[in-house]
């Protein structure tokens, strides 16, 4: 099947899949510098880069300063990325991370819920203080909230499979009472599980968690518990796995891979692990252009490179440029997966015009 290809800064955004296309960038340069660069294939993985939850919740954001005005304020990173939440707050944002940190003055102005979801406590206590709330919660994480509830409702102990404060795992648990949910980490943590009633377990997932490492788990659960209650449907989200699966295609024989991210970012680290397990010789997490660490760096001749579900293209850009300078660049890009997924914004925000320019802080200019 034939997929629309268009050309970018980065290289080609959309191909055949399993398709490996290559761009060579000797434009606009003298032959001396092309001779005295050395080559450097760089193997972009696509999908890659903001996913739908991601990007619905920072349109959000920015509609929301567009409607009312500054200040919105966001509880916790509207998304784990610096670079996103600093532009965010030049445009009028103010992040906090308790709603008893809005100024009286201030009571009436929006306040965002970012997209990793809260515990049914938030709002309620958003209620209480007559907050006007908008609520950025991606979709496939409300779907996991959903599908927790659903097992406690059937009358199933909720065994969630994910990390230990991560504000994703805090508004899962969250969603039900004290005591009815447990968190699993490891294998070593389902070895040891005792419940009240081996017949009466559920399991959900945190959304962006290794595929393998969660599949080890569910198999050390399933051993021990043969009657344990899956979800309806997948817990991991479809972002997440593309991507993995993006690195797994293009890591082996790299000499480098570097992972667009944040160090909070679960799913970016993911990657870095997945680009190690894949054949990578070295794989590092980087958020901007100014973190590669290039006297660490030495001969490489092949780099992988992708970006976690809330690292911007234009970060992705900047990596590219920055190799430029140093190499002669080919993009080889093999396309894994075509991703389609668009979540639509809350219903109060759609009366306001969303246009490339407002989101060119993190998408680059159009």
């Not at 290809?5 to 959309?14: E, F, I, P, Q, S």
């Amino acid at each position: 099947m034939i997929a629309t290809a268009a050309l970018d800064r980065a290289g080609v955004r959309t191909s055949f899949r399993a398709l490996s296309l290559r761009v060579h960038d000797p434009i606009n340069r003298p032959a001396t510098m092309l001779q005295t660069k050395p080559p450097l294939t760089i193997r972009l993985c696509q999908p890659r880069g903001f996913c739908a939850g991601v990007d619905r919740a920072i349109q959000i954001v920015v509609l929301a300063l567009k409607k009312y005005g500054a200040p919105v304020y966001v509880r916790h990173e509207i998304v784990h990325n610096r670079y996103v939440v600093e532009g965010l707050q030049s445009l009028g944002a103010v992040f906090i991370e308790e709603l008893s940190e809005i100024p009286a003055q201030h009571r009436q102005s929006p306040v965002v819920f970012s997209a990793h979801g809260v515990p049914k406590s938030v709002p309620a206590d958003a209620q209480a203080r007559n907050l006007f709330y908008l609520d950025a919660t991606c979709p496939l994480v409300s779907k996991v909230h959903k599908q927790a509830m659903r097992h406690q409702r059937l009358g199933r102990h909720v065994l969630l499979i994910g990390h230990a404060g991560h504000p994703e795992v805090i508004g899962t648990m969250g969603q039900l009472p004290d005591g009815a949910v447990t968190l699993i980490e490891t294998e070593a943590d389902a070895a040891k599980l005792v419940p009240a009633d081996p017949q009466a377990l559920g399991f959900v997932t945190q959304t962006t968690l290794s595929v393998e490492d969660t599949a080890g788990i569910i198999r050390a659960l399933r051993d021990r518990f043969p009657d344990l209650h899956a979800p309806a449907a997948e817990s991991i989200c479809y972002a997440t796995t593309n991507r993995q699966e993006a690195v797994k295609e293009t890591a082996a024989g790299a000499d480098l891979f570097l992972i667009v991210g944040a160090p909070n970012s679960s799913n970016s680290r993911r990657l870095v692990e997945v680009a190690e397990r894949a054949g990578a010789s070295m794989s590092l997490l980087v958020q901007r252009a100014s973190e590669i660490p290039w006297n660490d760096i030495g001969a490489i001749s092949t780099l992988g490179l992708s970006a976690g579900a809330s690292a911007p293209e234009i970060i992705v850009d900047e990596i590219i440029d920055a190799f430029r300078q140093r190499f002669d660049v080919t993009i080889d890009l093999a396309i894994t997966a075509t991703e389609t997924e668009d979540f639509p914004v809350m219903r109060v925000l759609r009366d306001v015009e969303l246009t490339k320019a407002d989101m060119a802080f993190v998408n680059g200019a159009a």
